[in-house]
């Protein structure tokens, strides 16, 4: 075999949700392909996991990742003004040379803190698709699409969106979803052509939907019709469908959502940041809608470190309910695995540590204060543990950061890049005076 991870304390994720004692995992192609207490043979890599936690890797279902690059330029403001005052002007100088640089610098963060695969939304996303490969984690990638009514925009956008599917669609560990960006930029063409490419090439959409009340609201004033009902009166909505936040949604919306088997994408470190509300997560599981994690961008969250929202996610519904059982610990742990894989349509490959699964795997150190005593695993995972906790990252049965030492990615170099080309982005923006370390 080509890897055995062995006797450590593994948290499967699987069907019957194991937690299995000194356990070992064995790995062969890329593959997992016994896991137990008495796994047999001898490998060409060994790790040991004693004093380890043993997980899938995590699944971030929704960035924007070369959105590093914009962390912190703007804080403390709502999202329309995010958006139109500081996002957008600086995002008007983008070059491809800026997204591959905030890709790498969040490859490297994700690798850090136990993520292994996300789903991303943004610009030039062949250079994202560079520093995927180059990482060695995995990605599920979106050219996101915005037209504002403009018909020719939306030719060319569903055109480059078809383009990458082409480019990439045979890519181990990069696969291409569509991404319109949300039905308030996105026009009815263009959402419906969406639909249709999707249909052709059986992938995913990534879309925000239903994130702000003012979404709601002028969505009620353009169609008579809430985001949901707009585009399920469209034919948009399906099982391939991720909606990224979904915090506004009605009665009648979930009822729509849970029919037609929309997966939702919740963040919700970020939807506290700019106040956009609390999705009604709890709702959405008792209708048996999945229910995956994601972080948002990094200059709306401002971190890429799944820990972090599982923590939130887990008090953040507890005090909305008033209810200190809801939404317990080892769901959100779901929502940060198997779900996010389920999200993705990717559950038969990924999300949870079973025999014929692609072997993305990370450990934990539990000799780390936060983590001392150990007495209940997955509880620790969300309530207690860090992203500086994991220790060792695999990722398609290849080694990418082992005892903290990465080995795809040279740290420094990415640091230094990723400042160069952040104070050329904001200098071209004529917003240099936002950097203070460069």
Not at 7 to 12: A, P, R
Not at 50 to 75: E, S
Not at 337 to 365: Q, V
Request: glycine share 8%; proline share 3%.
């Amino acid at each position: 075999m080509e890897l055995l991870v062995k006797n450590g304390l593994v948290v499967t994720m699987d069907g019957e949700r194991r937690v299995l004692r000194n356990a070992s995992i064995a790995v062969d192609g890329g593959r997992i392909v016994e896991i137990g207490r008495e796994v047999k043979g001898k490998a060409d890599v060994v790790i040991d996991a004693g004093r380890k936690i043993v997980l899938p890797g995590l699944i971030n279902a929704h960035t924007h990742l070369p959105m590093t690059l914009f962390r912190g330029v703007a804080d403390d403001v709502p999202l329309d003004r995010w958006l139109r005052e500081e996002i957008w002007p600086v995002e008007a100088k983008l070059e491809g040379r800026h997204i591959y640089a905030g890709a790498l610098l969040g490859c490297l963060e994700m690798i850090r803190s136990g993520t292994t695969c996300f789903n991303d939304m943004y610009f030039f996303m062949d250079e994202v698709a560079r520093a995927v490969e180059e990482s060695g984690i995995r990605g599920v990638l979106s050219h996101a699409m915005l037209d504002l009514g403009d018909g020719e925009k939306a030719r060319r956008f569903l055109r480059e969106g078809e383009e990458l599917m082409r480019r990439h669609r045979q890519d181990g560990r990069v696969r291409i979803f569509l991404g319109p960006h949300a039905p308030y930029t996105c026009s009815e063409e263009l959402l419906i052509k969406t639909k249709e490419l999707s249909d052709k090439y059986k992938t995913g959409v990534h879309i925000h939907v239903a994130e702000t009340k003012a979404e709601v609201e002028d969505s009620v004033k353009a169609h008579g019709k809430s985001p949901f009902e707009y585009l399920d009166s469209i034919g948009f909505l399906g099982p391939r469908v991720v909606a990224a936040h979904s915090v506004w949604a009605s009665d009648q919306e979930v009822e729509i959502m849970a029919e037609r088997g929309v997966k939702v994408a919740h963040n919700p470190v970020c939807n506290m940041k700019i106040a956009s509300g609390v999705a009604r997560v709890p709702d959405y599981l008792e209708r048996g809608i999945t229910v995956a994690l994601g972080t948002d961008g990094p200059a709306s969250n401002n971190s890429l470190e799944l820990f972090d929202d599982m923590k939130i996610c887990a008090l953040v519904h507890k005090l909305r309910s008033m209810d200190a059982s809801a939404v317990p610990a080892e769901k959100v742990l779901e929502f940060a695995t198997i779900n996010g894989a389920k999200a993705l349509g990717m559950e038969a490959e990924i999300g949870s540590l079973e025999a014929g699964k692609r072997a993305d795997i990370i450990l934990l150190d539990i000799d780390r204060p936060n983590l001392v005593p150990l007495t209940n695993p997955v509880s620790h995972v969300v309530y207690a543990a860090r992203g500086c906790d994991v220790s060792t990252v695999i990722v398609d049965g290849r080694v990418v950061m082992e005892d903290r030492q990465l080995r795809t990615l040279d740290q420094g170099q990415v640091l230094a890049f990723a400042r160069e080309e952040a104070r050329d982005l904001f200098t071209k923006a004529g917003r240099e005076d936002r950097l203070f370390d460069l």
